[in-house]
């Protein structure tokens, strides 16, 4: 079995032979990722000698970096966006909508608030229900519905939003355990 060089110009998409679309299933994922690493695994390639498992090797990390890609939610978003050129620029670009700002703030408030695991609990299960409401409208901008195109735009707004919200479920995490460690 031979490798073809590994190439950055490849997309995550076309490494694991799946249309460009936000909604995936996972358990195909899964199988292709399984099916992709049993192919390229380097231990298959140790009989034909070093240049053949450092390329096995490029294309298992390949594989691996794009797998995790396609799996997280956000992160597909992100790379759909920029597929289609246009950037998140979550660093540069983090103006939201006042009432998504307000519920952060909400949040933010009952957080800190939070005295007791339950509570915490609570909010993360709030957090959590609204992460897949999120994600289900990032669906919806980026693959469209029948009579309603694309928009990556607003998409791309969607995605920054869904990092701020993964990033206070980290916050809510650590609260979590804090109150773990205190009991």
């Not at 490849?10 to 192919?39: E, H, S």
């Not at 901008?141 to 990033?167: S, W």
Request: hydrophobic content about 45%; some cysteine; overall charge negative.
């Amino acid at each position: 079995m031979t490798l073809t060089p590994f190439s950055l110009s490849v997309d995550d998409f076309t490494v694991f032979g799946l249309p460009q679309r936000y909604t995936l299933d996972a358990a195909d994922l899964d199988a292709r990722w399984r099916d992709l690493q049993a192919r390229v695994h380097p231990d298959r390639f140790a009989a034909e000698g070093a240049a053949a498992q450092r390329v096995a090797m490029q294309w298992s990390v390949r594989v691996n970096e794009a797998y995790r890609r396609l799996k997280d939610p956000i992160q597909r978003g992100a790379l759909m966006c920029e597929l289609q050129g246009v950037a998140i620029e979550a660093e540069r670009n983090t103006a939201m909508p006042p009432a998504f700002l307000m519920q952060q703030m909400e949040w933010r408030e009952a957080l800190e608030e939070a005295g007791t695991a339950d509570e915490v609990s609570e909010l993360d299960a709030r957090v959590r229900a609204e992460l897949r409401l999120m994600q289900a409208q990032l669906a919806v901008l980026i693959d469209g519905q029948p009579g309603t195109p694309p928009n990556l735009n607003a998409a791309a707004q969607q995605v920054r939003a869904l990092m701020f919200v993964q990033r206070f479920l980290q916050d809510i995490a650590r609260r979590a355990d804090a109150l773990d460690q205190a009991s």
